[in-house]
């Protein structure tokens, strides 16, 4: 059995992190991919969107700057060390706050960023409340909308895992 993986602080090392966080995103992906062939698709969907959240924060992680200029403003941690609203941002990628950052982060690595984001916060709807006929509980009608949104959030969670490094 391995040890468990302590997530490394972006602001005590920021490549320790965003490396933390690509491993994350292809273990993720991975499990994705088994729960569909498993057709445990409201799993996979859960794991898409962790992967896709991951990949995310790497980015976020190497973008600091971008973070900086549009969520000013310190944190207070547990421990009561004041910590920029930027890095508290990059270092736990809270669900309210993924479309901002991927709003900002799609000038830097292209406009799919947000798409992506979009079909991540779907699947992540689909997690908890799987597919709905009539739409009112999930965007998605049946699994196999789902299915085809897991497959395409996994290809670009593996193709934006190559920004990270």
Not at 14 to 34: D, H, I, K, N, P
Request: glycine letters at 6%.
């Amino acid at each position: 059995m391995r040890p468990a993986v302590e997530l490394v602080k972006p602001w005590v090392s920021l490549e320790g992190y965003v490396r933390t966080r690509s491993a994350e995103a292809r273990c993720e992906a991975e499990l994705a991919r088994r729960f569909l062939e498993e057709g445990l698709v409201r799993n996979a969907a859960g794991k898409a969107w962790q992967a896709w959240k991951a990949v995310l924060a790497g980015l976020a992680a190497k973008s600091l700057d971008l973070l900086e200029g549009a969520f000013p403003g310190v944190r207070r941690t547990r421990d009561g060390r004041a910590l920029k609203e930027a890095y508290w941002i990059a270092a736990l990628m809270p669900t309210t706050r993924v479309r901002s950052v991927a709003q900002l982060l799609a000038g830097r690595y292209g406009e799919e960023v947000l798409y992506y984001t979009l079909i991540a916060l779907d699947l992540h709807e689909l997690q908890y409340n799987g597919p709905d006929r009539e739409g009112i509980f999930s965007r998605y009608r049946t699994e196999e909308e789902a299915r085809r949104d897991v497959e395409r959030l996994v290809a670009a969670v593996e193709k934006y895992l190559s920004a990270l490094q």
